[in-house]
């Protein structure tokens, strides 16, 4: 975390506590939802307007303790500041939803010591200030058909498992056979890119979706105009999910066929396949393929997140789990797979929620003859981690996480990594 990052959350900080309006009956700051609080009524407003403002920080600390490739600790933090505008409400505009988001990174680099390819934190990143999402969304026959367009991160709907949200290795977001694969894997976080998007939900508990973007994100900023020897990346996904018992009105409405707003589920099963209209074989490794073979790979998930059907005492266990494949032949890693267990409302915590989970990749076999015939050719990263409450707008998540064979180098031993997390909601 730079000093300059955290000098402006210290004047955050300050300006909610001298300036800000009260907030609730008690006018505590630590009661607020948000940290800068009601801005003296005009955040009301904007809201009132069909404008919502959103902003987090993430600041971390992790430490590589043992192993690895050097004992060192590093400090990363990504500011978000978005803006979501319903268009009905705003001028009367029916279905339609506009959300820009600016990024900001200051990210140090754990992996270059733990010497991991799975990425120990999900905010590791290049340093850069960049659009991360200007899209605009329209809805159409009641809901049932979804139109999107615009910079997007794929992960907010494909690939995505909700218990999976709490952990910190980046193996628990997007999988690890589709995050290694292309020139510098598909458009999401960081490297986003305009892309098309299109949603139906015939039945409220069924949904297919399917995506097409430049098939190199840039990087460091927004590509606007794709190269022709980029290609396309596509990603198409179909799931079934099943309402929770109280059955939302949100669910009953389809209002989850929203980017980013999620149904009311307890059980999601997906399957999804996604491809590249070239492959990038002679970049990556310096081997000559035949060029029409495509990069592609195949996933599959499923979310649980209460086992209350079963018994009543376990609506707080949550599991998740994912099988990931692509092309042995083209892509940086073969095999990925990984599960995870989520505890909430704690007895000696109602705020908190515990976690463990196991990720896995492999590597290809075009990858070991190229660079590791003598190698192990799988990674293991193992996580235990904890997220409370300090206060409504402060989360705290101490993380542990053990990686196994690290970048499946025999010469780099287990690495012991340990972290915390601190997010405010500004």
């Known amino acids: 975390m730079s000093k300059r990052s955290i000098n402006a959350i210290l004047c955050l900080v300050l300006v909610a506590v001298v300036i800000n309006p009260v907030y609730g009956q008690s006018g505590s700051i630590l009661q607020r939802p948000r940290l800068t609080g009601r801005w003296g009524g005009f955040r009301d407003d904007l809201a009132a307007q069909g404008i919502d403002v959103t902003s987090t920080f993430l600041g971390d600390a992790m430490a590589n303790i043992r192993g690895g490739l050097q004992r060192k600790t590093e400090l990363l933090d990504n500011w978000d500041l978005g803006i979501s505008i319903n268009t009905n409400q705003l001028i009367g505009w029916q279905g339609g939803l506009m959300h820009f988001t600016i990024l900001q990174n200051n990210g140090g680099h754990p992996s270059q010591y733990i010497g991991d390819v799975q990425t120990a934190n999900n905010i590791e990143a290049v340093r850069t200030i960049r659009i991360y999402e200007a899209w605009l969304q329209q809805n159409l026959f009641a809901n049932r058909l979804s139109l999107l367009a615009g910079v997007y991160d794929i992960n907010f709907e494909f690939d995505y498992m909700e218990s999976a949200s709490l952990f910190i290795n980046s193996s628990q977001g997007i999988g690890g056979a589709i995050a290694a694969s292309g020139l510098v894997g598909p458009p999401t976080f960081p490297a986003t890119t305009p892309t098309i998007r299109l949603k139906v939900v015939p039945i409220p508990s069924l949904y297919a979706q399917t995506a097409v973007s430049d098939?190199?994100?840039?990087?460091?900023?927004?590509?606007?105009?794709?190269?022709?020897?980029?290609?396309?990346?596509?990603?198409?996904?179909?799931?079934?999910?099943?309402?929770?018992?109280?059955q939302s009105k949100a669910f009953k409405n389809r209002n989850h066929i929203s980017c980013g707003a999620e149904a009311d589920y307890w059980f999601k099963l997906a399957v999804g396949g996604w491809m590249y209209s070239r492959n990038f074989v002679r970049q990556r490794f310096g081997l000559p393929v035949a060029p029409s073979k495509d990069d592609r790979g195949l996933y599959l998930l499923f979310d649980i997140r209460s086992f209350a059907r079963l018994w009543q005492s376990l609506d707080s266990l949550a599991w998740h789990a994912q099988l990931g494949i692509a092309d042995n032949n083209l892509s940086r890693m073969h095999l990925f797979w990984e599960t995870g267990v989520t505890y909430e409302n704690l007895p000696w915590d109602q705020t908190g929620v515990a976690g463990f989970s196991v990720s896995a990749v492999q590597n290809s076999k075009i990858y070991d003859r190229q660079y590791s015939s003598n190698h192990p050719d799988y990674e293991v990263a193992l996580e235990w981690t904890y997220q409370t409450s300090v206060t409504p707008w402060l989360n705290i998540q101490p993380d542990v996480q053990q990686i196994i064979n690290p970048g499946m180098v025999p010469s780099i031993k287990d690495a012991l990594v340990v972290g915390l997390r601190s997010e405010f909601n500004l």
């Open 215 to 246: 098939g190199v994100p840039g990087v460091n900023k927004v590509s606007w105009s794709p190269q022709q020897n980029d290609g396309t990346f596509w990603i198409t996904e179909v799931g079934f999910l099943e309402p929770r018992q109280s």
